[in-house]
């Protein structure tokens, strides 16, 4: 069946250029949720978006970072003026509506490779 | 603070069980999860345990928690080859995001 979709799977960009990464949710799934997985650190949280509630953006590291989530489906993140720190891998994971017995359990994509030169 | 703890590093031979332990400092976790990750593949959502339990098993996965020393391990019986991944222990904090322990990296020698 048809999973979380993550693209590009690697970019490649230059320090100080924007860069966009996409995700695709399973289809149903109410919450999207963004992770950032960097060399030798453990996953961490960025943002969440649940239906139309406004989204938690609490994780997220500067104001360079953003994200959207158009028609409660596909996802964007967006890093402006990338630095090389932000060189990471990037989740994104979804899950059924928070009120419904699988609320609990997130399923990821397999993550777009950043690197920043 | 939150915080969720597990060694880096585990080596067992195959058909051996592996246990690979995780701690946590929040009490009011709610849910505990145990991810895989195989080598350049994302995150597969193994098993995970409601924070009334203790206990928790599928097939060769069993679950153990200790609600009391914040204590939560993963067994693996007969471990295979195929196992090999790196395993995340993750709490959640509330209904809207994880806390996520560093990883175990698990090597099965054959």
């Known amino acids: 069946g048809a999973g979380v979709s993550q693209s590009p799977s690697n970019k490649v960009t230059e320090k100080g250029k924007d860069v966009e990464l996409r995700c695709d949710p399973i289809?149903?799934?109410?919450?999207l949720y963004w992770y950032r997985q960097s060399l030798g650190q453990g996953l961490e949280f960025l943002i969440y978006?649940?239906?139309?509630?406004?989204?938690?953006k609490s994780g997220l590291p500067s104001d360079r970072f953003s994200a959207e989530r158009t028609g409660g489906s596909v996802s964007t993140l967006t890093i402006q003026r990338t630095q090389q720190e932000d060189s990471a891998v990037y989740l994104c994971?979804?899950?059924?509506?928070?009120?419904?017995?699988?609320?609990?359990?997130?399923?990821f994509g397999p993550g777009t490779r950043l690197t920043v030169t | 603070g939150e915080d969720v703890e597990q060694s880096l590093f585990l080596s067992v031979r195959e058909g051996d069980s592996s246990v690979i332990n995780c701690t946590y400092t929040d009490s009011s976790s709610t849910y505990l999860y145990w991810y895989k990750q195989e080598p350049g593949a994302g995150l597969q959502l193994l098993t995970y345990i409601f924070s009334n339990m203790d206990m928790k098993q599928d097939q060769r996965l069993t679950v153990l928690l200790n609600k009391k020393d914040k204590h939560l391990s993963l067994r693996i019986a007969d471990t295979q080859t195929g196992d090999s991944a790196i395993y995340f222990c993750?709490?959640?904090?509330?209904?809207?995001?994880?806390?996520w322990g560093l990883g175990t990296s698990l090597a099965v020698n054959p």
């Open positions: 978006f649940q239906g139309n509630s406004a989204p938690d």
């Open positions: 289809s149903g799934h109410t919450a």
């Open positions: 993750a709490e959640r904090m509330n209904n809207r995001k994880l806390i």
């Open positions: 994971a979804s899950s059924l509506d928070p009120t419904g017995s699988k609320r609990y359990e997130q399923y």
